[in-house]
Structure formats: C-alpha cells, structure tokens
C-alpha cells in the first residue's frame, strides 16, 4: 500500500483495495467479452447488437477507470494489464467462435449478470468495512450494469 492522507483506517483501505481489485478484473474481462461480441456478430439485428455491445465494452471502461482510480485513492495499486485481469476474473471464457448475433447477446447478458453479482456483493463488502464512498461508486457500477443487461438480455427473450 502506497502512503495517503485518505482517512480511512489503513487496514480498512486494504481490504476495500482486495475487495476492488477482482472487481476491477472482471470489468477488463467483460470489456473484452464485449468487444469480441461487437466484432463477430452475424445476423437480421447485426446492427443494433453491434452498437450495443459496443456501448457495453465503453461502459465497462469507466467501469475499470472508476475501480482503478479508487484502488489508487486508497492506497493501493490497481493492476489493469489484461495478465492480470485474465488470473483474477471470475467471468467464464467468452466463446470466440461464437458467430450468431443473438447467441452474442445471450452470452453477453450472462457476463454481464455475472459482473453485476459481483459488484452488488462487493457494495455489501466495502460498505462492512465502513467505507461508503467505493460503496457509494459500486452502486453506481451496479446499476449501469443492470440496465445494460436488461437492454442486452431484452433481445433474447421473445
């Protein structure tokens, strides 16, 4: 842990830094599940999946740059290198022959329900420690991954 004026316990930001950083390995993870969704999608919605998917890989982004910066806010040092994220991430492989655009979606709409557990779980996590600001921010996290699974998830159902 890198020295901070941050007032929160030390051993706390510890343990937010060990809660976030698998966080932040899954939000690497669902940008690539995303992106390889967005550049082999075939089919009668390529179009609207393509643009979807892409939104998808850009929310999970920010979703990497908000974890990132707060891991360093605390003190810790986040590790964003795809290695990492790829030892961390508790996200299945992503099927990369994978052609049919809504099998796409279907597959999209898991890891993304995946990520979204995984943040809700971490909001109960940070806010035992007593930190509500990264509580605060995977709130955030959760509730734009639950409405970009209900709008990916939306295409497979009939």
């Not at 343990?15 to 992106?35: F, Q």
């Not at 929310?59 to 590790?79: C, K, N, T, V």
């Not at 790829?86 to 990520?115: M, N, V, W």
Request: proline share 4%; aromatic share 6%.
């Amino acid at each position: 842990m890198h020295v901070t004026k941050n007032s929160i316990p030390a051993s706390a930001r510890e343990t937010v830094v060990s809660i976030l950083a698998p966080r932040l390995a899954d939000a690497i993870d669902l940008a690539s599940h995303a992106k390889q969704a967005h550049w082999s999608s075939r089919g009668p919605q390529f179009i609207a999946l393509h643009e979807l998917f892409d939104k998808v890989a850009g929310a999970s982004d920010e979703f990497q740059d908000l974890m990132a910066e707060r891991i360093a806010q605390l003190g810790g040092q986040p590790e964003g290198t795809l290695k990492a994220a790829a030892g961390r991430s508790s996200l299945p492989e992503y099927p990369t022959k994978l052609a049919d655009a809504l099998g796409h979606a279907a597959q999209l709409a898991t890891s993304l329900s995946i990520f979204a557990a995984g943040t809700r779980q971490a909001i109960d996590d940070a806010s035992a420690t007593g930190d509500a600001v990264t509580a605060d921010m995977l709130t955030q996290v959760t509730r734009e991954a639950d409405k970009l699974t209900w709008f990916v998830e939306a295409h497979t159902q009939k």
